[in-house]
């Protein structure tokens, strides 16, 4: 039986290249990846940026969006919802900002002193949505990072639980805000 004298730089060799061997096969063939994602609302494609009035009233936190004409019961649970979320993140809780933006009366939520600004952004945000066909008024809850990028839509049927939990883990692999 011969014993080869290089056996230790063979060792070093598969250990060293055979990770990036295995990853270069995977990324070629797919195989082994997982099917699905692990957020529940709906990612937005990336370069979606909101009006500048808008990333203006997150003083640079993220933020958690209801954009509503009437308010009525659907709305309103959205925006138990959106509290509930906010104050579930505990420590967290200051990295996010909430918005409401109502264009029957130009609320904010929290309120603030100026409603011919916030006119303006509420106006300005619904056109937005529409130019970028997104849903104005169907009572999602959109997720927005401190860039003023439009991150993750929450339609309706997600619940609060799902939600926070997609905003636990963005806010913890994020660098921002």
Request: net charge negative.
């Amino acid at each position: 039986m011969k014993i080869s004298k290089n056996w230790q730089l063979k060792i070093l060799f598969i250990i060293g290249f055979g990770p990036a061997l295995l990853a270069w096969f995977i990324a070629g063939t797919g195989f082994g990846l997982p099917d699905g994602t692990k957020n529940n609302g709906q990612l937005m494609s990336s370069g979606l940026v909101v009006p500048k009035g808008l990333s203006d009233l997150q003083h640079g936190r993220w933020g958690l969006m209801l954009v509503g004409q009437e308010c009525e019961k659907d709305c309103k649970e959205q925006l138990v919802v959106m509290q509930q979320v906010h104050k579930a993140l505990g420590k967290e809780f200051n990295r996010l900002q909430s918005i409401w933006l109502k264009k029957s009366d130009h609320e904010l939520f929290p309120p603030t002193n100026e409603p011919q600004e916030m006119t303006q952004v509420t106006e300005e945000m619904a056109l937005w949505l529409t130019q970028n066909q997104l849903p104005a008024d169907d009572n999602s809850i959109w997720l927005i990072d401190p860039l003023g990028n439009l991150v993750i839509r929450f339609s309706p049927e997600i619940s609060g639980k799902e939600i926070l939990a997609d905003i636990l883990w963005l806010l913890k692999v994020s660098q921002i805000g």
